[in-house]
């Protein structure tokens, strides 16, 4: 087992003892029945508590939300007793069938306080409630504008929230400065976008190649434009993210963030007179260089993990041996095989072997970060980054766009080939040192065209007999030879790479070219004939996804490192199904849906057939289909973006902690 396959699950060895299975389901509900009081005691005293004290945190619960939250808690029990594949032999209900009950719970917990507000005064208290302050000037124009285009989501602006956050420890005139600062030398790579009583405008010295994302931006702010108040904003005109601050750093800042009195009663609800003029810096410069180019080198010891405590497993772990599989760095947040939890994958510090997982950690091709809190607006970041995040325009102006016709129709999930297609380009990173082998797109192409290598799969076998056990069958990890997935009837995978190889130096190129290959590009509406799209990060986010989701096709989309504006509005396993970057359960997940067949001979011993859950990967996709158009539309693009911009405005004013937003 090694990185090289990178596929396989290491045989686990020194199995603990383990009780019955009987006084083990005793113990969980007992458990389970315990916190599910203690949780209803807790709602009550919230409750009762809550006219007290305004300012003492307690279990944000709203309406039926304890009773949700009971119920979660006993499903997540439930699931414990099926969910996790027995070291020393298998489960009896396949252990894909609980994460999907689990999903949808998540996902109607989520949903209740998404919105739980009905009126302008319940946001207002809903939000100081959340984030312990007044809204911003300008709130009441934003509620209307968000509720005329029916937005699903009035309250649950935490991502947005969490990325501003740090910069309430540092002064009004400073992040100006600063924005001034990296706005300054074109070499920044930020480019501005200038607004001036109710007008926006492009600044000077931007690439050609990068001016349609800033045309997007300004065209997902022109239907309120006039509601922002004179601000100016840097852009990343790069993929990669851009800050990244220390752990030492982060914890002083976050003290220095924080709220130190309860929301004033009558703020003003107006910014301050004459805002253009504290934006006019004539001499921002730094005798320091703002940004060090870090492009085609090592990023995750120097950057991408330093935002982790210190005694984390990535922080004092340096993995010189890449060749065994870590088991210890994806088992956080996964059941065995089977990815389980998308938020804590995307977490750098339980896995230091990220570092050779993706190209943006291996050898980025522009890659100018800093360590000090600039104010950088990027379409995505890694986890510990602190860029402030915004909808991408890519989307917006639909430089990847759902728009099925005749010829290339999307016809219903049963209709569609049973494939596992996916199509790209040598884009994550630079590779000139043989770092394309550990680059998660050219391992997806090795993987689904390997001849010779053997994979961990999770496949259902008959144990013997016996008077006490019920003839069922037990699904467990078997060694499947890569000639032998036609035998189970696997065999569907269409991957590839387009054109050329890119962003490769010296001998890199044609050895990736001779190993991988490539083929003839094609066009993207094509993707909806088959039923399951693969989605992989590049240099940054991927821009395909939202078409993905827009399909009546199941996207099986790779948890890479980027995280953009949605994350949390769906769920994986409930709108998506998940894979670990490693790619060790991608055979078993695709076996759930598709189907196996029964095999017994070479290297496969006592498979039995499966019947492919066609009807759950059917119900995925549709489920995800509805529900990205009601909560990643292009008006929830400009409803985020409009937010966004009224919480900058207040936090680039001299006058923050006196101005907000009051009813009445």
């Known amino acids: 087992m090694s990185y090289a396959n990178l596929y396989s699950l290491v045989q686990w060895t020194d199995k603990p003892p383990t009780l019955s299975p009987q006084a083990s389901s005793i113990i969980k509900l007992v458990v389970a029945l315990t916190i599910c009081f203690i949780l209803y005691l807790q709602a009550l005293s919230s409750k009762s508590s809550s006219s007290t004290n305004a300012t003492t945190p307690r279990l944000r619960f709203h309406g039926r939300l304890p009773l949700t939250a009971i119920g979660i808690v006993l499903l997540v029990f439930w699931s414990w007793s099926f969910l996790r594949v027995p070291q020393n032999g298998g489960s009896v209900a396949h ?3 609980p994460l999907l009950s689990a999903a949808s719970a998540q996902h109607d917990i989520w949903l209740q306080q998404a919105a739980t507000s009905n009126s302008v005064s319940e946001a207002v208290e809903e939000y100081k409630r959340r984030y312990k302050r007044n809204p911003p000037p300008g709130f009441d124009g934003w509620h209307r504008y968000a509720k005329e285009r029916f937005s699903v989501v009035i309250d649950d602006f935490d991502n947005l929230m969490d990325d501003l956050q740090l910069f309430w420890a540092v002064k009004p005139s400073e992040i100006r400065r600063r924005t001034r600062e990296a ?59 851009r800050v990244a601050i220390s752990y030492n750093d982060m914890q002083d800042l976050h003290a220095d963030s924080a709220p130190s009195e309860p929301p004033k009663s009558n703020p003003s609800n107006e910014t301050s007179k004459d805002r253009a003029a504290g934006w006019n810096i004539s001499d921002p410069s730094s005798p320091e260089k703002l940004f060090i180019d870090y ?23 340096h993995l010189w041996d890449t060749y065994p599989l870590c088991t210890d760095c994806f088992a956080p947040h996964s059941n065995g095989l089977l990815f389980s939890n998308w938020t804590l994958s995307a977490s750098p510090c339980h896995q230091p072997d990220l570092a050779h997982l993706h190209g943006f950690y291996l050898s980025p091709a522009a890659f100018k970060p800093s360590k000090v809190l600039y104010p950088v607006f990027s379409q995505s970041k890694a ?51 043989g770092e394309w082998k550990g680059m998660a797109r050219q391992r997806l192409v090795h993987l689904a065209n390997n001849s010779t290598a053997t994979f961990h799969i999770l496949l259902p076998s008959f144990p013997h007999a016996s008077p006490n056990v019920r ?73 395909r996804f939202i078409p ?15 995280r953009e504006w949605w994350d949390g509005r769906v769920t994986a396993w409930k709108h998506f199904v998940p894979i670990d970057i490693r790619l060790h359960g ?79």
């Open 95 to 97: 252990p894909i069938d």
């Open 183 to 241: 706005l300054s030398d074109p070499w920044n790579e930020v480019a501005e976008i200038r607004i001036r009583s109710g007008k926006a405008e492009i600044g000077l010295d931007v690439k050609p190649t990068h001016r349609w994302m800033l045309d997007g931006v300004i065209a997902m702010m022109k239907n309120y434009i006039d509601k922002i108040p004179d601000m100016d904003l840097g852009f990343n005109i790069n993929d990669e993210p």
């Open 295 to 317: 492009s085609f080198q090592p990023t995750f010891h120097s950057h991408g993990s330093i935002s982790c405590h210190p005694s984390s497993f990535a922080r004092r772990s």
């Open 383 to 433: 986890a510990g980054y602190a860029d402030i995040r915004y909808p991408s325009p890519w989307n917006y102006i639909d430089k990847a766009v759902y728009r099925p016709d005749n010829e290339h129709p999307d016809p219903p999930f049963a209709k569609k080939e049973s494939t596992l297609f996916w199509r790209g380009a040598t884009s994550e990173g630079l590779s000139r040192y």
């Open 471 to 543: 003839y069922q069958p037990t699904y467990t990890i078997h060694e499947v030879p890569s000639s032998k997935l036609s035998n189970l009837g696997l065999n569907i995978s269409s991957i590839a790479l387009v054109n050329k190889i890119d962003r490769c130096w010296d001998d890199d190129c044609p050895t990736q070219l001779r190993e991988l290959g490539v083929v003839g590009p094609s066009d993207f509406q094509s993707h909806w004939q088959y039923k399951y799209l693969v989605d992989l990060d590049g240099a940054g986010f991927s821009g």
């Open 548 to 562: 993905f989701l827009q399909s009546r096709s199941l996207p099986f989309k790779v948890a890479g490192v980027f």
């Open 586 to 664: 991608l055979w078993s997940t695709l076996a759930y849906f598709q189907g196996v067949k029964a095999m017994e001979g070479k290297g496969v011993k006592g498979v039995e057939e499966m019947k492919g859950r066609m009807e759950e990967g059917e119900r995925i996709a549709e489920e995800g289909r509805e529900w990205v158009g009601k909560v990643m539309r292009k008006e929830d693009m400009e409803i985020y973006m409009y937010r966004l911009l009224l919480e900058w405005g207040r936090l680039t004013d001299d006058r923050r902690d006196e101005i907000g937003f009051s009813v009445g």
